[in-house]
């Protein structure tokens, strides 16, 4: 397999991961329910629609490379309680990172100006990782670490 090849198939795994985050976020965005729903709905359906555009995005680059982008959305993970459905995010968000760190791997030989644009979409999977642990409190502080000198409520 030629490097360009290689490219594309792991630009279209990458396209499996978003095409799959157009779906799940949208199932999530309509099944939230509860008190839940008005801060989560929003954030549900703007990552779908973020999701769709990114997804579109790599289709358009697969396609200038000469290869056919996806139509087959990898895993779609579902759940029916907030908690679930953020955890489901999270691992999502994951592996698209990870789809993502894969094409920049091998871009460079490939279609080196790609290998920017890649970088951009890597850093914005980060961010949407980075995000989701906070949101299913994965962060965890060391109690030490708090200066009490600076006052707390304890
Ligand atoms: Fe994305
Ligand atoms: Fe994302």
Redesign the pocket.
């Known amino acids: 397999m030629s490097s360009k090849e290689e490219l594309i198939k792991r630009l279209n795994t990458a396209m499996a991961w978003e095409l799959a985050?157009v779906i799940q976020y949208m199932q999530a965005a309509v099944m939230v329910t509860g008190y839940e729903r008005e801060i989560f709905r929003e954030f549900f359906h703007e990552?779908s629609e973020?999701?769709r555009d990114?997804a579109e995005a790599v289709g358009e680059k697969i396609a200038v490379l000469g290869g056919v982008p996806t139509v087959e959305p990898a895993t779609i993970r579902q759940a029916a309680d907030i908690q679930g459905m953020l955890e489901a995010a999270l691992a999502l968000?994951i592996d698209?990172l990870k789809a993502w760190e894969a094409c920049h791997e091998v871009a460079e030989a490939a279609n080196p100006g790609t290998m920017f644009w890649i970088e951009e979409h890597i850093a914005?999977?980060q961010e949407?990782v980075d995000h989701l642990r906070k949101l299913t409190g994965k962060v965890k502080f060391a109690a030490g670490d708090i200066d009490k000198s600076k006052g707390t409520t304890a």
């Open positions: 985050g990552s973020e999701a990114h968000e698209a914005e999977e949407h």
